[in-house]
């Protein structure tokens, strides 16, 4: 899905053909894709039309998975462009990945008159936002079965499309001690 | 301030005199007021004119502080009012307060027409994203004494203006833990 029929569906039922109040451009990449790196100003807003993207960030002395981004979501370094500070997370496309890239500078422009990039952004970051509530939850109580638990219900796609490892550093355990809940889980 | 001239200050500056796009109720609470209880399903978001609000939940069998509002800033059962599931969470006026209310289907109703209101709400959950992306990093990492570190630096109210059991509560720490804490940086 591109973005445009993601927003007639999704945000706002009225846009249909009109011009888009910001760029829009659409761009290919290969798996391992930086799309931002540590310490990087970054400048773009990503909707994902296809693949999946990892975002990592160093904690102390370990770097680990802070969020898995799919299909028809937006990604990146959210909080440095909001701040416009250098970015403390790196984001990279795990598969192939097939992306419309706005500016967050013509976005931001679009903000002052545009209800439709008022209402796309409200929406997106609502998301974005219980998102993390529900992450604050898991790290303030849950352990990492639980976790893992919670995963199967609600966010499969992170079981079926993740590579194990990536799973372990994302719920901060080693990846035999996922191994280990995986087959307690199953019998 | 009020809520008109807060949103003249902050999100849209050609907001004056003008209607605003939902109703607005003014209200004058005690210290201990239940703004919304375990379980009841929330309808209303609140402007804090003056004051300080507690959020709290039950996690396991604790009951923890998950986050404290202060004076200026929007509060309300966000992510059930965003659902319109019943709250998790509880949340009760820690000194007297004053607010602004607006009925959150009041407002639902402004977002489809509303530049102004889809502003405000988008700038205010940016804000509500961003305290939660850095608790996120703390929880991840930070110990006790870190965070209490941070919270001098970046959010000194929450020192000066909550009870050091509530703070306890909030770094997921005993209050004699957080007393040695406050020794050990004072020293």
Redesign the interface.
Same mark, same amino acid.
């Given at each position: 899905m591109d973005l445009r029929t993601y927003i007639h569906n999704h945000i706002d039922a009225d846009f249909g053909d009109q011009e888009f109040p910001f760029s829009v451009t659409r761009e290919c990449f290969e798996k391992g894709h930086v799309f931002t790196s540590y310490s990087e100003i970054p400048h773009k807003v990503h909707f994902l039309r296809k693949g999946i993207v990892e975002v990592n960030?160093w904690?102390?002395e370990e770097e %680990?998975v $802070?969020d898995f981004f799919f299909e028809h979501s937006f990604f990146g370094s959210?909080?440095a462009l909001? &701040?416009g500070t250098p970015s403390d997370v790196y984001i990279a496309a795990l598969t192939p990945c097939e992306v419309d890239t706005v500016m967050y500078d013509d976005m931001k422009q679009a903000?002052t %008159?545009? $209800?439709m990039a008022?209402?796309l952004?409200?929406i997106e970051?609502?998301k974005?936002?219980?998102k &993390?509530?529900q992450?604050?939850?898991e790290?303030?109580?849950l352990p990492a079965e639980e976790q893992y638990k919670r995963i199967i219900k609600e966010q499969p796609q992170i079981i079926t499309e993740i590579p194990v490892n990536k799973i372990a550093k994302y719920l901060?355990i080693r990846p035999e001690s996922l191994s280990r809940i995986r087959k307690q889980i199953i019998s």
């Open positions: 960030i904690l102390g %680990k $802070l959210y909080s909001l &701040k903000y %008159k545009s $209800l008022n209402k952004e409200r970051t609502e974005l936002y219980m &993390k509530v992450r604050e939850k790290l303030l109580t901060g």
